[in-house]
């Protein structure tokens, strides 16, 4: 078997790898290389492979820099079968429709032209198969897959590859520990050839996860008492899930007022339906005794989906909760509540997820005012609250101990800035594995 890296290699977006076993050719993800948009020329190289030769795409999850480049993938003349677990299916619908129409405009807005056309993403979703957890499947001759729930988002998985008498498995992305809504990521099977590991926090730990619930609660409750409007920023598709899992036991279970929310993010509404519809797939942290039959529903939630019920947001009354995308604050709807709200003291800005350099949410994280939203001058007045529990991705320490319970000697990292990546080889190498990797893009491994 023999492997080769095409994305996320010493960086964390643009997963690609592709497995060649005799003529058979499969991909284990097509991602999106993110950071500068879709103009980025990353996105418009070749693919390092001809895109023709493919039989199958294994999709270890819905983010963009695991699914992003599959239209591209169909533009460049590539006909392969997709296959993930079937909620990975359906969130990637939502995600590749909406990434569709930023792609559209932001290439008219860079006067390049558009990666890839609305056929692309329609032939997409035509050879897309939907398949179960612990359920091998032979996606190309002499190449078995079998996905496992990593804890991620829904319907995330690691992946387990099969052929040529070997087995090696790709992380994709590992949730963190303490989800209240997924289940554990799955133990790593025994007797791996090779396991190409994520390393994203290769470098970090995070906060325990128990006491994000009880800073929810008190946002919600001094927000009340000052009657102000607290807004709350979240990724469409696990964050926000997450938060009206917990702003459900707060105000169903426990019976707390936070008087009229608000979920202002169309992604998010569709994003939060799958939810529902997959809660076989869930693990919900639901409190004793406490009966539901809509666990992201609750008492008082408005669900705004068109910019004219968004807009009517702004003549409720106060007490108000919005839950609003974009995560990072640099797009979405929760751009325009800002602009209204953030320069009130009696207002709240509840920064739940990680910031990245030069977006509007790292830059009022770090205390500056005012800040340039659109071509007003906003002054953050607002009080600043971070839960810094919430988190997409599994820190060192639970990386360490999830690998160290197989017997995996040989690891490739992936998916991580080269600095984690390095203190993260430092120390597995340290807990006793044998050969501890970075390989470039372009490389090829024999396994
Ligand atoms: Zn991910």
Known sequence: MDIGFFGAAKGVTGSCFLVAVGESRVLVDCGFFQGQGYCSDKNYQEFGFNPETIDAVVITHTHQDHIGRL???????????????????????????????IMVEESEKCGRDPLYRERDVEAVFSSWKGVSYRD?????????????????????????????????????????????????????????????????YGDRLHDPPTDRLNKLRDAVIENHKKRGVLMIPAFSIERMQEVLFEMN???????????????????AISATRVYASYQEELELDIPQGFVDNDFFHFKGLHVTETVGESKGINNASQPKVILAGAGMMNA???????????????????????????????????????????????????????????SGHADYDKLTRWVKDSTVKRI?????????????????????VEEVSIPSEGDWITV
């Not at 036991?249 to 992604?267: F, M, R, T, W």
Request: charged share 20%; with cysteine.
């Open 249 to 267: 036991i707060i105000v169903d279970s426990e019976g707390i007022d936070p008087g009229q929310v608000y979920l202002d993010s169309p992604l």
């Open 71 to 101: 239209p591209l993938l169909f533009n460049r003349k590539g006909k392969p079968t997709i296959y993930s677990t079937k909620p990975t299916r359906d969130l990637s619908q939502l995600i590749l429709d909406d990434g569709y129409n």
């Open 332 to 390: 979405g709807r929760i751009t325009h509540h800002l602009v209204r709200y953030l320069d009130d003291p009696n207002n709240t800005l509840l920064v739940i997820g990680y910031q990245a350099v030069g977006t509007l949410g790292r830059k009022i994280v770090e205390g500056q005012s005012p800040v340039k939203i659109f071509d007003y001058s906003v002054d953050v007045k607002a009080k600043i609250v971070r839960i810094d529990s919430y």
């Open 136 to 200: 091998p499947v032979e996606v190309a001759p002499g190449v078995t897959v079998t996905w496992h729930d990593a804890g991620h988002v829904l319907g995330s998985s690691f992946v387990v590859v099969e052929g040529d008498g070997k087995k090696v498995a790709f992380s994709g992305d590992i949730g963190s520990e303490g989800v209240p809504i997924l289940h554990d990521t799955e133990a790593l099977p025994q007797d791996l050839d090779m396991f190409m590991c994520e390393s994203t």
């Open 412 to 432: 490739q990292l992936i998916h991580g800035d080269e600095e984690a990546m390095i203190a993260f080889q430092k120390h597995l190498l340290h807990q006793g």
